[in-house]
Structures are given as C-alpha cells and as structure tokens.
C-alpha cells in the first residue's frame, strides 16, 4: 500500500465562510503574503496574495512531510513549520510508530490537481489530486522495498489555517477517487 497512511486524519472540519471562486494551479507559485483588515472586504490583489500564500504552505507541508518521513524522524523541525492541530499530532503519532517498526519512506507524492476551494480571513481549503505511487515504504536497515503502488489516486482535502501569521495544514482527509491528474 502506498505511503498514505502517513498524513492521513479519520474526519475534517468544514471551513465556512469567506469562500472565493476556485483557483487552479499546477505550477510553484511565489512567496506573497499580504494581511486584510478584518473590517474590509478583501481586494483581488489581497485575495490573490492570501491564495499565493496558502498554496506555498499546502506544497511547503508536502515538502516537510516527505523529509522527515525519508527518516521517520517525528521530531523533524520542519512539521511545525507548516502542519498544526490534529495532522501535527497524527504526524508525530505515525512516525514514531514508523521508527519503531523501522521504516522509511523514499520517492515523494505527486500532486496533480492543486485547487484554492476557499480561502477566508483565518481559514482556507485545498483541494488536490494525489498519486503516491512512488512515495514508498523501505526497511530503514537493508533499504528492501515494504510497500507496493496501489496505482490509485485519492482526492485530498486540506483545510489550513493562519496560525500566528503563517498558514498551516491542521487537517487532511484523503478519499480514494477518480480525481483529474
């Protein structure tokens, strides 16, 4: 089975209110960041840079993910960086527990379909397409592969949120679907 079991949380909380149309990228986007008074509506330019700034964190999460997992070190500096709430705890949870069982991942997911579902003052959801079929499970000893490709693809739902200035996975559901990749 594919590398998933990694980040995934049982549930998600729904994020209401302040819901934009949808964004899609595939592409890096750059580092804009811009704060809104809550008193004023958002303008496109703050919209955008709030949508910049949370599809950098929802791929800079990934990145954090797939380096502390190549190791299964679940006290990596880089989780708090971009994951918070539940999915920072499932992901000490899990690592830990894969440290224990030795194992490591190699390879990383690929994400096919990165989409802004909404984004509001201090919550945000993203929707994606994920193949994990080269994002694997080895023995962290002899490097023998543990794992096989499910050749599935899951429909992830991540709800972010602005924590202290910063947006940060605190949930993910992953839904096995026939999601455009």
């Known amino acids: 089975m594919?590398?998933?079991a990694v980040v995934f949380v049982a549930g998600c909380s729904s994020q209401d209110g302040g819901s934009t149309s949808p964004t899609t990228t595939s592409a890096a986007v750059g580092a804009a960041h811009?704060?809104?008074?809550?008193?004023?509506?958002?303008?496109?330019?703050?919209q955008d840079g709030a949508k910049a700034s949370v599809l950098n964190a929802y791929r800079a999460f990934w990145a954090d993910v797939v380096v502390a997992t190549a190791t299964s070190d679940a006290t990596s500096p880089r989780l708090p960086r971009h994951a918070t709430g539940a999915e920072l705890r499932a992901l000490h949870v899990r690592l830990a527990a894969n440290k224990r069982a030795g194992l490591v991942a190699r390879g990383a997911p690929r994400l096919l379909n990165t989409t802004i579902a909404s984004v509001a003052e201090k919550a945000a959801t993203v929707r994606d397409c994920m193949d994990s079929d080269q994002w694997l499970y080895y023995d962290a000893k002899t490097g023998?592969?543990?794992d096989k490709p499910s050749g599935k693809l899951y429909a992830v739902t991540a709800g972010l949120v602005l924590d202290h200035g910063a947006w940060k996975v605190a949930t993910l559901r992953f839904q096995e679907a026939r999601c455009n990749g």
Request: positive net charge; proline residues 16%.
């Open 2 to 4: 594919a590398f998933l």
């Open 34 to 46: 811009s704060t809104v008074p809550p008193t004023h509506a958002p303008t496109t330019s703050a």
């Open 144 to 146: 023998a592969l543990r």
